[in-house]
């Protein structure tokens, strides 16, 4: 079986898999919350994955992280447009899903990465990773940051981006990768220059039965049980790990972070506060500071929940041409104009980032 197809098979039956064999080191109460998991595991990729499977906007790469492993990632790269930067460079982007480091596939970013690529001109790279149980905390940040140094050492040469002029997003567990990703960063030269993050976890000390419920949030989740398998990537390191900004961004120091984010905050979401708090202290730190030329932004979306920019995908039309072109959850349930504003805010830092730094992108129709 070829190796991709071997990688996407295996995501599909995970948390099975996970339960029966490779976890079996694991306490029974996680194993049948895996095995609770396993449909909508396989539900939630076979959307992802799905509209794919015929023609797809991307091709699969695999980025080596050792003599016998390699990261399976997606890259995007529109061929329809001219840019101008360093040396004929593109910018280099990296996204990482969500799945609450428990499940998920790069694919369910495909939408917004195939966006990005074609309205900013990045090269795009849709990351994978390691998931809990089996494998928590630092395991999925540790492949992250494997992935990054490999880019910074072979982006330009092989696929034409510049590490130079990085920027990341990601949705709740990838928004809290991609932010502690700018702890491993060597130098101010390959800085992650700007991060755009959907309804992400910042803070994992408290377990998430702990956290702060917001005034519109349900008084009854019928996926509270959940939460034990949900907690399992940060509980075993918690303790020892408390204040590691690797775990919990929210505790990095404010010069290590992007210098341009935007974090976008679903009003019904466990996560309001911390996220809020976050964005407030880094502001008036750099207020302090008076530095120059960054933002920081949280837009709170209300009546949007955790996981409202994702979803089923009904894509018009296969080059991705508009936003309009791509419904995630249905329109009933959060209006496309609302899903449209966010994907377009996001895009537009990036956008503001690449012209701050030299680089031109004019789209071909």
């Not at 994992?204 to 519109?216: F, G, H, N, Q």
Request: glycine share 6%; net charge neutral; proline share 9%.
């Amino acid at each position: 079986m070829p190796r991709s197809l071997k990688s996407i098979a295996l995501a599909f039956v995970r948390p099975a898999l996970d339960a029966l064999v490779f976890g079996r080191h694991l306490p029974w109460p996680l194993r049948w919350r895996l095995l609770a998991l396993q449909p909508i595991v396989f539900l939630t990729n076979s959307l992802a994955v799905g509209p794919y499977l015929f023609r797809r906007p991307y091709t699969v790469i695999h980025i080596p992280l050792g003599p016998e492993r390699s990261l399976r990632a997606l890259l995007f790269r529109h061929a329809s447009g001219t840019g101008t930067g360093r040396n004929g460079l593109r910018p280099l982007h990296v996204d990482c899903h969500a799945g609450g480091f428990v499940g998920g596939v790069p694919e369910a970013s495909v939408p917004f990465c195939s966006l990005l690529a074609a309205e900013t001109g990045a090269v795009v790279v849709a990351l994978s990773y390691r998931l809990a149980p089996v494998h928590p905390f630092p395991a999925a940040i540790d492949d992250v940051d494997a992935a990054l140094a490999w880019l910074r050492r072979h982006a330009a040469e092989e696929l034409g981006a510049d590490p130079t002029l990085m920027t990341v997003s990601g949705a709740s567990a990838g928004g809290n990768l991609v932010l502690a990703a700018s702890q491993g960063i060597p130098s101010d030269e390959f800085a992650i220059r700007a991060a755009v993050t959907f309804y992400a976890p910042v803070d994992l000390r408290p377990r998430p039965e702990d956290k702060p419920r917001p005034a519109a949030f349900p008084k009854r989740d019928p996926m509270s049980f959940m939460q034990l398998l949900y907690d399992s990537y940060a509980a075993p390191s918690r303790e020892k790990d408390l204040d590691n900004p690797r775990l919990s961004p929210c505790l990095a120091r404010e010069e290590t972070l992007p210098e341009r984010m935007l974090l976008v905050v679903a009003a019904v979401d466990i996560l309001v506060q911390e996220q809020l708090t976050f964005v407030e202290r880094v502001r008036r730190e750099r207020e302090d500071k008076r530095k120059p030329g960054g933002s920081v932004e949280a837009v709170y979306v209300e009546e949007a929940f955790h996981g409202w920019l994702e979803g089923e995908l009904a894509i018009s039309t296969p080059c991705h041409k508009r936003l309009a072109d791509i419904d995630t959850v249905p329109n009933a349930v959060i209006p496309v104009e609302k899903k449209m504003q966010m994907w377009e805010k996001g895009l537009e830092l990036i956008k503001q980032t690449h012209a701050q730094h030299g680089f031109a992108w004019k789209k071909v129709y």
